[in-house]
């Protein structure tokens, strides 16, 4: 009989492995259930030894992390000699409360922060490349010119949040409720916002790229001087939204509900507009030329110097749209299934006189 010493993978106890010459038998059946419970027994003292330092070390982590917030502080304050600048990659915070701390310009890139209470916190200008925010409240926190690229901020909590000209890139923020959030200036590209909560969000002057808003609340929401492309606003919901502008190229707001919706003055070109319901939208002087309306609500919306050429309104209903002219439903495609402004069907014939509006039904 020989004995092997080897490691047990997940612990650095010793794995003694008995093996008879002659390949078994009953004694090394025994033996090796000898062993089973050895390396059991083992197991069950790790796991007890982990509850027991994890149970020392939650409130030791809160006093430490008091500590490092202070020297923060003292830093942030000029004091270079006693502060200390908070530096920490790839750290777990799951579920610690730091509301209304002073953490700005903090280099945190990595760090896991699930279900932790970032409530009113000032993390501006801080590298939270890769973080995970799930469920994390962040209500009134400051993440101004912040780097957030790769985040998770899915199902997180960040009302009236301030995150202008933040840089998210490719982040996840399915869920997130954003309501209020200001991100005036900021970039946003290739991110996840599909049912995101975001009514009165203000996103003056910010940058959307390929970035899907399906499903999203934005009534009321702020998108003066926007620039999005290639963005989906699927089925999103953007009630007295103001869109104005901005632009907005080959965007898609099919079935999106933009009743009263503001889009003067923006470029709107080859927008997909299939299904909406667009009742008393604001197009005035707005940039269509090849929007698609198949099949959209335009019931009193207004069109007074819209570019239209090429713009799609099969399908669509029309009455009661107005100042629009009858060059610009001769430059736009309709046929016997669109309902033009005067509430009779298509397709538009010149000097017919269907461009003025009749009531709205």
């Known amino acids: 009989m020989r004995r092997e010493y080897g490691e047990t993978p997940g612990n650095r106890h010793e794995d003694v492995v008995f093996r008879t010459d002659k390949g078994g038998g009953r004694e090394g059946a025994v033996l090796n259930i000898f062993r089973q419970q050895e390396v059991e027994l083992a197991q069950e003292e790790l796991a007890k030894e982990f509850d027991q330092k994890f149970a020392e070390e939650v409130p030791a982590l809160a006093a430490r992390w008091a500590r490092r917030v202070e020297l923060h502080g003292l830093w942030l304050d000029g004091n270079k000699r006693e502060g200390v600048q908070m530096s920490v990659a790839d750290g777990t915070f799951t579920g610690l409360s730091l509301p209304g701390v002073r953490l700005s310009k903090s280099v945190m890139p990595g760090g896991t922060w699930l279900e932790a209470d970032l409530s009113g916190t000032d993390l501006s200008q801080s590298e939270l490349q890769r973080s995970d925010f799930r469920r994390t409240s962040l209500n009134r926190a400051d993440l101004s010119e912040s780097e957030l690229d790769e985040s998770n901020f899915e199902q997180a909590w960040l009302l009236g949040a301030n995150l202008s000209?933040?840089?998210?890139?490719?982040c996840r923020m399915a869920g997130a409720n954003l309501g209020e959030a200001r991100l005036q200036g900021a970039t946003l590209t290739q991110c996840d916002l599909t049912m995101?909560?975001?009514?009165?969000?203000?996103?003056?002057?910010?940058?959307?790229?390929?970035?899907?808003?399906?499903?999203a609340v934005?009534?009321?929401?702020?998108?003066y001087r926007v620039?999005?492309?290639?963005?989906?606003?699927?089925q999103a919901q953007l009630v007295?939204?103001?869109?104005?502008?901005?632009?907005?190229?080959?965007?898609d707001f099919s079935q999106a509900e933009m009743a009263r919706v503001n889009c003067q003055n923006s470029d709107m070109s080859r927008a997909q507009f299939t299904r909406a319901k667009l009742r008393s939208a604001d197009f005035r002087n707005t940039k269509l030329s090849g929007a698609d309306f198949c099949g959209a609500q335009l019931q009193g919306a207004r069109f007074q110097g819209a570019q239209l050429l090429a713009a799609d309104f099969r399908d669509a209903n029309l009455q009661g749209a107005r100042e629009m002219t009858a060059d610009q439903l001769a430059l736009a495609r309709t046929d016997q299934t669109t309902i033009l402004p005067n509430?009779?069907?298509?397709?538009?014939m010149k000097r017919s006189g269907a461009e003025k509006p009749g009531l709205v039904r």
Request: with cysteine; glycine share 10%.
């Open 218 to 223: 934005l009534d009321g929401a702020n998108f």
């Open 227 to 234: 620039r999005a492309q290639l963005c989906r606003f699927f």
């Open 165 to 170: 000209e933040a840089k998210l890139g490719n």
């Open 196 to 215: 995101a909560q975001m009514a009165s969000a203000a996103l003056h002057q910010a940058r959307l790229y390929s970035s899907n808003l399906s499903g």
């Open 343 to 348: 509430g009779t069907a298509g397709p538009y």
């Open 240 to 251: 007295e939204a103001n869109l104005s502008y901005g632009s907005f190229t080959d965007c």
